[in-house]
């Protein structure tokens, strides 16, 4: 009895600040910590990935075989998606929902922070035992991060450790789905209604249904490759009459929802960045809510896109195909509502803007390059080849990384109560933008061309885009120097105010800046206007 | 300390529904493991 009438008159609560040293981020239960924790992970990850991109860069700097063996370099692309996929941007929209999700819509912190805690410790363990394959018997896994049997089950002593780590990372981020569902559902203030809350946790409310959808399919898959290799089943091993393309089929199906899974939440960045600084409410703002829903539904049934030349009936080829296509659909409403939004807008130019404004037009060139690849008879030529490389590179980088910058940049002074750097943050933004083009355009060409992916050595003919691709790398690699910087010393600058931008919508501005450890113990009772209703 | 019912504020009410949805959530992630792994068992 006397737990709950602690919890229930949260006196005990109030005055508690952090605890001391090591424990509080050990046993933290606080979503501030914790999406700290998340951001920082995320990008030591961000580092470690781009450090093996960078090798990758190396040996591809010229033909022929110059730096690493070819097994080393199939188990740096395996490692770099992996690391990429689930250890920097998952975890770093899984930080921003934990630091801006409660205070978004008005709640005092997650709905579970003890399994909050849980969620995120999980990580560095997992990756723990991924990153130590490297020094395993046979090496790191280096099938690819689509880890298709048969050839996964050549993996060496590493093999266990790959599963089992692919299981924690599930485990983890299906424990913070369920977390940000149950915040967002649960403990939103009273006056929020659905419609009412903020396109980034809607954004993210959709992310975390897909996740949970999808997450244990993933698990299934890797269970399956798990006792194939030691249980004596044969899931996917012809010999034992399995079937090797039903492992396909079910990693694709988790495959492309985790392709929205990155980037639903950057449309939700962005949908917050960009009424900001054009100083207008977004425009078409439940046209915003309908369409991410639509690309979540229509993502479950595209999968075989990935699969075209593996073989499918007619029917088959044109279903999928046809699917794909109509994703353009609501892709293009979120398009069309950012650059209304924009239009006739008094705009500033500040570095969240310009890299939500880089991501606007950049992901959709990454749009385009998926559509060409949903044209069946086409995909047949350009599947596996670099200009897939191209296509996925430019949605994810300039895509989802972009929104993630732009995110960092654009709530630090909340976080940290002070203004960051600004010309250095206009810097970083420009090195950075200039040298992805540098790094990934140049791609189109050599897949169109004929460049297979994953591969250590090139025909002499794709020599001079490789080498230019390799510079942008290295450049690209150096520019996010520049945000290190910018994040040590985000401390050192003016002091923000409340608002931190120019009358910017949503709860998170009426807090103080920097947030104090505990916002909204009691939920806010009137919610200021939306801009929309300021305007009519 | 007795919890003060004038003073209820829905917090109670709160409790229940986040475990009950967290429940139902993580009920949803174990039949869709299950159902993916038996459907292929039933397939091969
Ligand atoms: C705009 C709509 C999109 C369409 C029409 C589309 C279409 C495609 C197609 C057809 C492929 C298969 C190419 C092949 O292997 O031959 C592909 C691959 C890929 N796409 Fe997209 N895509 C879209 C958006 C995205 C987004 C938003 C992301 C992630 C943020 C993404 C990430 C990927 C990745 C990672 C692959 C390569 C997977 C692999 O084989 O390793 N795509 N896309
Ligand atoms: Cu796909």
């Keep these: 009895m006397s737990t709950i009438a602690a919890e229930v008159n949260d006196h005990a609560h109030d005055d508690h600040g952090p605890a001391k040293g090591i424990k509080r981020w050990l046993f933290a239960t606080n979503h501030k910590d914790i999406g700290t924790m998340y951001l920082i992970f995320s990008f030591a990850m961000f580092l470690v990935g781009g450090l093996m991109a960078l090798v990758i860069r190396t040996e591809l700097f010229q033909p022929g075989l110059q730096f690493v063996h070819p097994e080393f370099f199939n188990q740096m692309t395996t490692m770099h998606a992996l690391i990429m996929v689930f250890g920097a941007v998952m975890p770093a929209f899984v930080g921003l929902a934990n630091w801006m999700i409660p205070m978004m819509v008005g709640a005092p912190d997650m709905a579970l922070p003890r399994m909050n805690n849980w969620s995120f410790w999980i990580l560095p363990v997992a990756f723990g035992i991924l990153i130590s394959t490297l020094w395993m018997d046979g090496g790191a896994p280096a099938s690819g991060w689509t880890m298709y049997p048969p050839l996964v089950l050549q993996t060496g002593d590493a093999f266990p450790f790959l599963i089992f780590s692919v299981h924690l990372m599930g485990i983890s981020s299906i424990m913070g789905a369920i977390n940000i569902i149950v915040t967002i559902m649960n403990m939103r203030a009273p006056s929020m209604s659905l419609l009412r809350m903020p396109i980034f946790v809607w954004t993210w409310l959709i992310t975390a249904y897909l996740l949970i959808a999808v997450m244990p399919v993933l698990a299934g898959a890797v269970t399956m490759l798990l006792t194939d290799q030691f249980f004596g089943t044969s899931f996917f091993l012809a010999a034992g009459g399995g079937d090797p393309v039903m492992f396909q089929h079910i990693f694709w199906f988790f495959g492309h929802p985790e392709v929205y899974i990155m980037i639903l939440p950057a449309f939700g960045v962005v949908s917050e960045i960009i009424p900001t600084f054009a100083r207008k409410p977004l425009f078409g703002r439940d046209s915003m809510i309908y369409a991410a829903s639509c690309i979540a539904f229509l993502s479950f049934i595209v999968w075989a896109h990935h699969m075209f030349t593996v073989g499918m009936p007619l029917s088959g080829q044109l279903f999928f195909m046809f699917a794909t296509m109509l994703i353009a659909v609501p892709t293009g409403v979120k398009v069309f509502n950012w650059v209304a939004t924009m239009w006739k807008g008094a705009m500033t130019f500040e570095t969240p803007m310009l890299f939500a404004l880089a991501f606007v037009f950049l992901f959709t060139i990454g749009g385009f390059s998926g559509l060409m690849l949903a044209i069946t008879p086409a995909d047949i030529q350009y599947h596996d080849s670099y200009f897939v490389v191209a296509h996925f590179h430019y949605v994810l980088v300039p895509g989802s990384v972009f929104a993630i910058m732009a995110g960092v940049y654009y709530w630090l002074p909340k976080w940290t109560g002070y203004m960051y750097n600004e010309s250095l943050g206009k810097l970083h933004f420009w090195l950075s933008t200039i040298f992805v083009n540098l790094t990934f355009f140049p791609m189109h060409f050599l897949g169109l061309a004929g460049m297979p992916r994953r591969i250590p050595d090139y025909s002499t003919q794709f020599a001079d885009f490789n080498m230019i691709a390799s510079v942008g790398a290295f450049g690209f690699g150096l520019s996010q120097l520049i945000l290190i910087y910018v994040l040590l010393t985000a401390k050192k600058g003016v002091p923000a105010t409340d608002a931190v931008w120019d009358n910017p919508e949503g709860l998170e501005w009426t807090v103080p800046s920097p947030a104090p450890f505990h916002t909204f113990d009691t939920p806010p009772e009137v919610l200021p206007p939306l801009k929309q209703e300021q305007h009519a | ?44």
């Design chain 2, 1 to 44: 300390m007795s919890v003060d019912v004038s003073q209820d504020d829905g917090r109670e009410d709160r409790k229940v529904g986040v475990r009950r949805t967290a429940l139902v959530l993580a009920g949803v992630a174990l039949m869709v493991y299950a159902a993916f792994i038996i459907a292929s068992v039933l397939r091969s």
